[in-house]
């Protein structure tokens, strides 16, 4: 039986269940002690003087870094991508400047995470205070166009002003989102320590290990042979976890100068600073169609914060790009607007998650303005060719995840007046909304060594964040090489195996995946060429095509021959056989590529509290190839709940006077808990895709938060009539 396509549990399951996985806060090194980063309470100005003689007077202390005594760090390295990424350009403890609040001003070292945090306390510091610039509407007005960051800032094709200004239906909306934290359970740490021979090892929360080791080697001038960077494990990242942050440089210095390991864990309120976040945006849409709801243009530009020193800007305008097909034109811009903060990142989804809001809510607008059916109105404009590009896509099965999710869903029961459905008392809402992914193609090495026990292990650079990829490694090794998967043991997570991109982007099943399928693939085939060409070689003369590999057994059917692996490598006096995979595809290939889905959703709202629950949920995706059904539903259960919380609860408050975000805690930060979330009806509907991958996989954990935010916005309207253009969708905008 294939092990690809089976609901397979999670290989590292029990681990984590049982306690036994380590995470980076888990590991102990003998000698280690404990450091602690001071914040700035202010948000802009400078510091005039830190007075830290009590602090380095307190039991325990070890040291105290300020900029008057950190070693000055080389800078961070331009152009910015995520296959290079740093967290923010302005570096940490190096002068007096007052950027953002909660930015690193002081490092307190000590024997014990009490004394350090205590010392902390006792650290005097005087400001010069300067007002914030903070994101809101009196600023808003002050964006610029920024340089390219990651995408093109701008895109057109035909044009959409003409377009829309000549259509006989038009929709022109402003739509913003909240900025939102991460918050993951595992908040981010970093052990240093170096050896005798001048080694630096991290144990990092990351994403990227390989990343991390780049940044350190330019940042702090250690040759990149010199670092060796684990993560085995990580309790959440969510696009978090993919940078460099302070507390990494900072804890790598520390350790360096006390020739002891250094141990950083940040706090939860210091998570709302010092790594990044996803920031608000404001979107202006405006869209073009005929009577009937073809699209005719569509106008997008959105609006972001950015740090006085960074330019990161936040792709919501990126979906118009591709996801309808508009027949006059399509126009997208994005600008930013310096503020006193620290530097966003990605954030599950990033883009296309704010974006999504945006443009599906305006298309439900379209849908009501024309009395088209919003299923019939995205069947409708559904398109074979990527409109940004010309090119067709690989596989796209938007119309089956429209029309079996809305199957599934019983969306042709649904009754399209709002206000129309009522359950008791209770308000019933019913709304849905396309939603596309960008996929990545990232190069990627694995190796695979065949022993003489017959098993086989897989290594490979890449990290499991949680997603499942230890599992899904297990199954393509073993199918490939014709082995149960209990057979085969993966490592993971350390830069001192085979290199591969980060785990951010829903790539790693595709990418890193490959580099295992090819890895597996070049040790079967050594193998094979053993049993023709080896020792006393039992498939003499036999062509290789011919030879069948099944439960750790080679045969050759017209010969009636087998033979174990174990029995191969015996036979050849051989303690392993090695085939290393490096997969290194194009980044742009003849085909666009993208994940497409469709969620339905239900909502049961209060008439009188405004209060709006989630009844149910249906999520068709096209996804490619799907390795693991059980795997992936969990990463669409996910996606949903991390939909859900962008929709109805998350929003990082920001202190006008201030400048720093408010609610810096659980109680404060409102994320959806098991009461929030009904059951959830996943379907998978895409095909094998190879253009995205050898393994036939597109991306698929981002996708799955994408477009839930939308279609519980237009299932509200739909229950209550009132359009609510601003997220989370809160009580007092529906009273």
Known sequence: MNAIGQPISRIDGRLKVTGTARYTGDIRLAGAVHGVIVASTIANG?????????????????????????????????????????????????????????????????????????????????????????????????????????????????????AIAASAVRIGQTYTTADRHHNPMEPHATTATWDGDGVLTLYETTQHIFGTKELVSIVLGIPPEKINVVCQFLGGGFGCKGYVWPHTLLAALAAKLLNRPVRIQLTRAQLYSMVGHQPASVQTIALGADKDGKLTGIRHESISPSPIFDNYIEYAALCPRSLWGASGGIWTNHKIVHVHRNTPTALRAPHEALGHFALESAMDELAYATGVDPVALRLLNDTEVDPLTGRPFSTRAMRRCLKEGAARFGWERRTPEPRSMRDGR????????????????????????????????????????????????????????????EKVTVRLGDTRLPKSHPSIGSTTAANAAASVMLAAKAVRERAIELLRIGLDAPFDGADSDDVIVEDGRLMLANRNL?????????????????????????????????????????????????????????GAYDCGRVINPKTARSQAIGGITWGVGQALFENSETDPAMGRFLNRNYSGYLVPTSADIPKLDILFVGEFDAEASPIGVKGLGELTAVSVAPAIANAVYHATGKRVRELPITLEKLL
């Open 46 to 162: 400078r510091t005039e003087s830190i007075d830290t003689t009590t602090a380095e007077n307190a039991p325990g202390v070890l040291a105290v870094f300020t900029d008057r005594n950190m070693p000055r760090m080389n800078p961070t390295p331009k152009p910015w991508s995520h296959l290079r990424p740093h967290g923010q350009s302005y570096l940490p403890v190096q002068d007096e400047k007052i950027l953002y609040a909660g930015q690193p001003i002081a490092l307190v070292v000590a024997a014990t995470l009490d004394q350090a945090t205590h010392a902390g306390t006792l650290i005097r510091v005087d400001y010069e205070v300067q007002p914030p610039v903070v994101f809101g509407p009196e600023t808003v007005k002050d964006a610029v166009e920024p340089p390219q960051f990651l995408w093109p800032v701008a895109s057109s094709v035909g044009d959409a002003d003409k």
């Open 426 to 485: 209770y308000l019933i809402g019913q709304g849905m909304a396309g939603g596309m992914y960008t996929h990545w193609r990232w190069p990627a090495q694995a190796r695979v060594t065949l022993t003489r026990d017959g098993s086989a292990l897989v290594e490979a650079g890449t990290h499991d964040i949680g997603t499942g990829t230890y599992t899904v490694m297990q199954q393509v090794a073993a199918d490939t090489l014709g082995l149960p998967p």
């Open 562 to 618: 087998q033979i174990t692996y174990a029995d191969l490598l015996a036979r050849n006096d051989l303690p392993s056989l090695t085939g290393d995979g490096n997969y290194d595809p194009i980044a742009e290939g003849p085909k666009a590529v993208f994940s497409f889905s469709a969620v339905f959703a239900e909502v049961r709202v209060d008439p009188d509290f405004g209060l709006v629950h989630l009844n149910r949920c249906v």
